[in-house]
Nanobody, 118 residues
Framework: QVQFVESGGGLVQPGGSLRLSCAAS????????MAWYRQAPGKQRELVAA???????NYADSVKGRFTISRDNAKNTVYLQMTSLKPEDTAVYYC????????????WGQGTQVTVSS
């Protein structure tokens, strides 16, 4: 079973940037489409960005133009570059397979906390 380890979170001021990394214990190429999710306190987990095996991306409207997802299949790593961060981006961020593709979702990792505050 592939496991995911997210890293790169932290405390950042509004307008700042962070780069998150997600290291998989197995082949993300085999999994296929990958995604980043986030869960804010008291809210459901939401998908914020996804990338296909071939590199096609799509984003939630709330992060479009500010976040960039990428993947390195050779390193089994998925990245999320976040810029122009807002307080409402505060959440625990997770990576996993794209849940919109039936049958490929894996177990969830611990996530990485992102806090946007002055």
């Amino acid at each position: 079973q592939v496991q995911f380890v997210e890293s790169g979170g932290g405390l950042v001021q509004p307008g700042g940037s962070l780069r998150l990394s997600c290291a998989a214990s197995g082949s993300i190429f085999s999994i296929g489409a990958m995604a980043w999710y986030r869960q804010a306190p008291g809210k459901q987990r939401e998908l914020v960005a996804a990338i296909t095996r071939g590199g096609t991306t799509n984003y939630a409207d709330s992060v479009k133009g500010r976040f960039t997802i990428s993947r390195d299949n050779a390193k089994n790593t998925v990245y999320l570059q976040m810029t122009s961060l807002k307080p409402e981006d505060t959440a625990v961020y997770y990576c996993n397979a794209d849940s919109r593709v039936p049958g490929i979702l894996r177990s969830w990792g611990q996530g990485t906390q992102v806090t946007v505050s002055s």
